[in-house]
Structures are given as C-alpha cells and as structure tokens.
C-alpha cells in the first residue's frame, strides 16, 4: 500500500529564509502529488499538485515542489518565508491500487516562522 | 462558485448521545469525502461517497455511518458518541474521482466535541 512520509512534523525558519519541507512517497509508479496547507481553524487548501510532464511544479503563494522520481521525494520549497506562511502542510498522493484512486495524506509538518 | 459547505462550525454534545454533520460540495462535484482530524492520529480517512452510492471507506467503527443525497449534499452520523470522537471533522468534494489528478477541496469543518 502506498504511504507518505513527512519528516519533520514541525520546522522554524526566520522570516525572509528557505522554506524547505520534506516529503517523501513509497510506490515503483510515480502517483499523483499533491500539497496541501491548512491554516488555523480553516480546512485544506490546494497549494499544487504534479500529475505527469515538468517536474518542477509551481504552486500558489510563491511555493513550488520537485519531483524527483529517483528519490521518491516530493519536497516543498519556498525562497523567502513571510509570516503568512505560518501554518500546517499536509503532502498527499492519489493512489488507485485498490481499484479506485484514494488520497493518502502525510502527517503534517507545521511550519513556524519567526520574526 | 461557492466552495465546500460544512454546517454546524462548532458542535458540543455529551457522550452517549449522537450527532449529525451535514455537507454541501462544491455544485457539480459528485464525489464527497470525509475525513476525521485530531492532534494525535492527523487525518483519518472516514469515507467516501459517489452518486449516493460508498465507494470506500476507512477503519472506522460501525458507529460512523453516512449518506449522501441526490443532490450530491452528504451527512455523516456518528452515534453513542465516545470522548475519543472530539475531533475537525472535514468534508471535501472532488470533480472527478475516477481521475487520479482531480484534487479534493475541502470545507472549513465542523469541530464537534463531546464532554
């Protein structure tokens, strides 16, 4: 079965830093990815997603995520962090080994920024 | 177009008792999904439904129970309610499940806890 691994269940960067989060899936077929962010008392929000062709992928808020098949990764950066980026990103992939395509979501990673 | 509809925001019942949440997706979407989030377990897969008819569903006890409605609209039940059931409960639809790529939007959830 397919499984989503976040390392880093919580990061602190300084404001104005990378944004690195790290997200790596287990499956020989690439799957479809996605990224997710979930402000406070809010659901999920579409960042990206990478289906099929360029694997460099880029999403909304200045955020963009690479695919690198031959490390299984699907790691989100962003250049420069803002206060706004506060909050939880959930990595995600569509899977249909079961015979109809399923999301399985990663942990979480809270992103923290400091001033 | 009106994004994912979860009613109530906030729900307080006492154990034993039970509860229903409703969802109104996305208009269109067919494919409705719903997912149980806590602190500790992140998100858990509930189910997922499909021109009324469930298509998956999670590991979760007989207790949890849905439906969804010719209008696409879905409801969760959750009876005898436990203190482990306080939880985001989140709704999300999807325009094409058959579609691996086709992402989930998710509502703003509905925060039930029981005392």
């Known amino acids: 079965a397919q499984s989503v691994t976040q390392l880093g269940s919580h990061v602190s960067v300084s404001e104005g830093a990378l944004v690195l989060l790290r997200c790596n899936y287990s499956?020989?077929?690439?799957?479809?990815l996605f990224w997710y962010v979930q402000y406070p008392n809010q659901g999920l929000q579409l960042l990206l997603k990478y289906t099929t062709g360029a694997t460099l992928v880029k999403g909304i808020n200045g955020f963009e995520a690479e695919f690198k098949k031959s490390e299984t990764s699907f790691h989100l950066t962003k250049p420069s962090a803002h206060m706004s980026d506060a909050a939880e990103y959930f990595c995600a992939v569509s899977d249909a080994t079961s015979g109809t395509y399923k999301y399985i979501f990663g942990t979480g990673t809270r992103l923290k920024v400091l001033a | 177009k009106a994004g994912v509809t979860q009613t109530p925001r906030y729900l307080i019942k006492t154990r034993g008792q039970q509860v229903t949440l409703s969802c109104s997706p996305i208009?269109?979407?067919?494919?409705v999904s719903w997912y149980q989030q806590t602190p500790g377990q992140g998100l858990q897969f509930l189910f997922e439904?499909?021109?009324?008819?469930?298509?998956n569903k999670g590991n979760f006890p007989g207790r949890f129970s849905g439906r969804q409605f010719s209008n696409s609209r879905s409801e969760m039940n959750v009876s005898t309610l436990e203190l482990g059931d306080s939880a985001l409960y989140l709704c999300a639809s999807s325009l094409a499940p058959d579609r691996g790529d086709s992402p989930l939007h998710f509502g703003n959830g509905t925060r039930l806890t029981v005392t």
């Open positions: 208009s269109g979407h067919r494919s």
């Open positions: 499956s020989s077929v690439p799957p479809y």
């Open positions: 439904y499909f021109s009324e008819t469930q298509r």
